[in-house]
């Protein structure tokens, strides 16, 4: 069974201050794909990241930062000096390299980044 | 390149009446996937097309349907509507590969259902 869990329901911010997201997932698969993506208002899904179960390196990308441990079974998200736009619900996502596109999701963080 | 498109993108309808939804992908595209998005179950994955072929599905019932055309756009049929299936439908492409590997998906704004 596969499996992601978002613990934080609901996280909110001053802007300019760092926030972390945290995803925990199950898997039993060894080779499978981790996904972030963030959901504004609008309600569309906008892709922000992908890594491979084998590529444990940490990634950064501006203010975006992502932090993979297997052996933790985490793959956790650091925005840095965060933004009103950064305001959204973030959801992690997971899918074995051999699922044909099905992603299972986590129940998502919802961001409130206040000015 | 334009995005994935969805249309309608809002509909109302009443219980037992059927409804029909449409997704374009990305061109280039070949695979098409649709979840189901609601307060209380989360996204939850319907299924997925390759080719115009399901390859996968999730745990709906069979009034969920879908289909793909030559062109990999893809509809989704919900008949006998029920009040629980109030909800955003997503549609998400991406670039597909034969065999079962799994690609970074791309989603469209979604469809919002609502049933009376």
């Known amino acids: 069974a596969q499996k992601v869990t978002q613990a934080q329901t609901e996280i909110s911010v001053v802007e300019k201050e760092d926030v972390t997201l945290d995803c925990v997932y199950e898997?039993?698969?060894?080779?499978?794909?981790l996904f972030w993506y963030k959901q504004p208002p609008s309600g569309e899904l906008v892709f922000l990241i992908r890594?491979?179960?084998?590529?444990?390196q940490n990634e950064i990308s501006g203010r975006y930062s992502w932090n993979f441990q297997k052996s933790t079974s985490s793959f956790n998200f650091t925005i840095t000096a965060s933004q009103v736009v950064d305001s959204a619900v973030y959801f992690c996502?997971?899918?074995?390299?051999?699922?044909?596109?099905?992603?299972?999701f986590g129940s998502g963080t919802k961001l409130n980044v206040k000015p | 390149k334009a995005g994935v498109t969805q249309t309608p993108r809002y509909l109302i309808k009443t219980r037992g009446q059927q409804v029909t939804l449409s997704c374009s992908p990305i061109?280039?595209?070949?695979?098409v996937s649709w979840y189901q998005q609601t307060p209380g179950q989360g996204l939850q994955f319907l299924f997925e097309?390759?080719?115009?072929?399901?390859?996968n599905k999730g745990n709906f019932p069979g009034r969920f349907s879908g289909r793909q055309f030559s062109n990999s756009r893809s509809e989704m049929n919900v008949s006998t509507l029920e009040l629980g299936d109030s909800a955003l439908y997503l549609c998400?492409?991406?670039?597909?590969?034969?065999?079962?590997?799994?690609?970074?998906?791309?989603f469209g704004p979604g469809t919002r259902l609502t049933v009376l």
């Open positions: 898997t039993r698969d060894t080779t499978y794909y």
């Open positions: 998400a492409s991406s670039p597909g590969q034969s065999g079962a590997k799994t690609d970074t998906q791309y």
């Open positions: 097309y390759f080719s115009e072929t399901q390859r």
């Open positions: 061109s280039g595209h070949r695979s």
């Open positions: 996502a997971l899918s074995s390299i051999y699922n044909f596109n099905k992603f299972y």
């Open positions: 890594r491979n179960s084998f590529d444990e």
